[in-house]
């Protein structure tokens, strides 16, 4: 039998952000498409091209994080999932069943784990998130099983199909998205950008339309009453053996830089920390660490979005302590999270004069703090190594 080549594998952090305001959470979760055979980053592969493809149709930015694998399958997809933080994602599509459609899984057993599985999300996502299931596309065209599979493969692929669909026409909050799109880069199992480009079009095009139609998002954590949030949170700070390092360069250029940007006399990247705010790296006159009761970054990270106060001095912050005494006229904060996306800190510029709001970048203020997240995750991946 002859060999199969392998091709390249995406080797970053499995996520893909596309820039603009308000940005739209997906969870891609599964095997075929998500795995990314053929590309060596996810912003080349369906991450990437599905944030991009959905910027392009909403005009808000996007954050799409994959949990993939080209073994998953529906009957051990919970288990797969049982870290996941679901609340987070505004959608969560999945890419599942290449697996059984390979191995002829029973049908009957294919919709019980599928079921199964639409509830266990449910239940962990909030109830205004959709849920969409991609098909299973041909097995001629873009599996690893190209060369191996009888046409009875392409069969029982559109019994699973229909068996999918079936079951989120009785779900709620669950639709199916038929998946069969042309391959621009051959047969095998290695593909190109173009062919993620045009699996992300298939999904967007059904995905995009409705984000945003039911109003102002809830994105709290569902179920979670606010001392487990926090010990959560504060977990997830302890594992990243980031507090009260040395300073780095890498994260001081990314504070310079958006001091300069922003033209303002401070900017600084926090942590929240127990019952303090430490900062990373700080350009300004600010101390190194405060109490968190008097911390803007601790009310920034609250929400997944932006913080502004343009004039801090007509404007009370509900829960910052001694705010007529610090001195600022203005704050901008964008929450920074650790791999497992819990709010962990903040990207903030902060200057004793007011401003205007509409002079205030908050894309540019998000672009920043992606930066200096993905540094904080480059080095928790090289802690988690030693």
Request: one cysteine or more.
């Amino acid at each position: 039998m002859a060999r199969l080549a392998l091709g390249a594998l995406p080797t970053d952090d499995p996520r893909a952000h596309s820039a603009g305001l308000d940005p739209d959470r997906v969870l891609l979760f599964g095997t075929g498409a998500s795995v990314g055979w053929g590309v060596t980053s996810h912003e080349l592969g369906l991450p990437g091209s599905l944030a991009r493809s959905l910027t392009a149709r909403t005009g808000r930015g996007a954050d799409v994080e994959v949990i993939a694998a080209p073994s998953f399958s529906a009957s051990q997809a919970i288990h797969d999932l049982r870290d996941a933080s679901l609340s987070r994602y505004d959608v969560i599509v999945l890419t599942l069943g290449l697996t059984e459609a390979a191995g002829f899984a029973n049908l009957a057993d294919w919709r019980r784990h599928f079921d199964e599985l639409l509830d266990f999300i449910r239940l962990r996502s909030r109830r205004d998130a959709r849920i969409y299931a991609l098909g299973v596309h041909s097995t001629t065209k873009m599996t690893v099983w190209d060369h191996l599979l009888s046409p009875a493969a392409n069969a029982h692929r559109r019994s699973l199909n229909s068996a999918t669909a079936a079951e989120c026409v009785t779900g709620a909050r669950a639709a199916f998205i038929p998946f069969d799109p042309p391959r621009q880069s051959g047969q095998g199992r290695s593909r190109q950008s173009s062919d993620y480009r045009d699996c992300a079009e298939i999904i967007a095009e059904v995905v995009a339309p409705t984000l945003g139609l039911d109003g102002p998002r809830d994105r709290r954590q569902v179920g979670d009453p606010d001392t487990e949030k926090e010990r959560r949170r504060q977990s997830a700070v302890d594992s990243l053996a980031i507090v009260d390092t040395p300073a780095e360069a890498r994260f001081d250029r990314i504070v310079a830089l958006a001091r300069r940007a922003f033209g303002t006399e401070g900017a600084a990247m926090t942590i929240i920390d127990n019952d303090r705010q430490w900062a990373k790296s700080i350009e300004g006159d600010l101390p190194l660490q405060i109490e968190r009761s008097q911390s803007y970054c601790a009310v920034t990270i609250e929400s997944p979005g932006a913080f502004v106060v343009a004039d801090l001095r007509a404007t009370p912050v509900d829960g910052v302590a001694g705010q007529d005494q610090n001195g600022l006229g203005f704050y901008a904060g964008y929450p920074i999270e650790a791999p497992s996306g819990d709010r962990i800190g903040a990207l903030c510029v902060y200057d004793a004069v007011a401003r205007d709001p509409a002079d205030v970048d908050v894309a540019l203020l998000r672009d920043l703090a992606l930066m200096a997240q993905n540094e904080v995750w480059q080095r928790w991946s090289g802690v988690t190594r030693r």
